[in-house]
């Protein structure tokens, strides 16, 4: 069974820096790409940022270039996303989700962690 | 970036009602367009990928269609289960880009 966890969610103060952790489990992860996604509370989905499976080609919303890192770890099955000089407006659930291999798809997804900004 | 724009924001129907949701892309995805359902508190689920391919273990009452700019999610006769919000997405190009969702309420 296919299951991405997340974690390392928390409270954090404006201009902190916080690290996200996304243990997979299930499937190869090493054969897959992977995303973050989030939301803010009560809001809609907006896609954070996508990374290849040997970690050598990344993408970010533009809006978050340069505060945030993807990175992975494959031989610990693990997504990660690195973010500093955080704002209320970061404040939001993280999704982890895995990329379909066959179809343009997010097909699987973590039950999500809470990032809080306030001071 | 490609923008995704949903309709309606919102709508109430009666269990059994059949149920339309309208996605339109600002250019030209071709069939790279995924539907998700989302209930409170929790992760997206995938009902339908590339625009009209149902998502296995989803019930048959979803479908969905279109190409090119416009896309439409239907629920055949609605479940009680079925009230949540629904999120088209494109994967053309990135960034990848989510509708603004449509909730569906009970009436």
């Known amino acids: 069974e296919v299951q991405l966890v997340e974690s390392g969610g928390g409270l954090v103060q404006p201009g902190g820096s916080l690290r996200l952790s996304c243990a997979a489990s299930?499937?190869?992860?090493?054969?897959?790409?992977m995303h973050w996604v989030r939301q803010a509370p009560g809001k809609g989905l907006v896609w954070v940022s996508r990374?290849?499976?040997?970690?050598?080609?990344?993408t970010y919303a533009d809006s978050l270039k340069g505060r945030f890192t993807i990175s992975r770890d494959n031989a610990k099955n693990t997504l990660y996303l690195q973010m500093k000089s955080l704002r209320a407006e970061d404040t939001a659930v993280y999704y982890c989700?895995?990329?379909?291999?066959?179809?343009?798809?997010?097909?699987?997804w973590g039950q999500g962690t809470l990032v809080t900004v306030s001071s | 970036d490609i923008q995704m724009t949903q309709s309606p924001s919102s709508l109430s129907a009666s269990v059994g009602d059949r149920v339309t949701i309208t996605c339109r892309a600002s250019?030209?995805?071709?069939?790279?367009l995924n539907w998700y359902q989302q209930k409170p508190g929790k992760a997206p689920k995938v009902l339908i990928y590339?625009?009209?391919s149902l998502q296995s273990g989803v019930p048959s009452r979803f479908s969905g269609s279109g190409s090119g700019t416009d896309f439409t999610l239907t629920i055949s006769s609605l479940q009680p289960e079925d009230f949540a919000t629904y999120y088209c997405?494109?994967?053309?190009?990135?960034?990848?880009?989510f509708g603004g969702g449509t909730k569906v309420e009970i009436k």
């Open positions: 989700a895995r990329d379909a291999r066959d179809v343009r798809l997010l097909d699987y």
């Open positions: 299930g499937f190869t992860f090493g054969d897959h790409w």
């Open positions: 990374i290849n499976p040997d970690g050598s080609r990344i």
């Open positions: 250019q030209i995805i071709s069939t790279y």
């Open positions: 590339t625009a009209s």
């Open positions: 997405q494109q994967y053309y190009s990135t960034p990848l880009t």
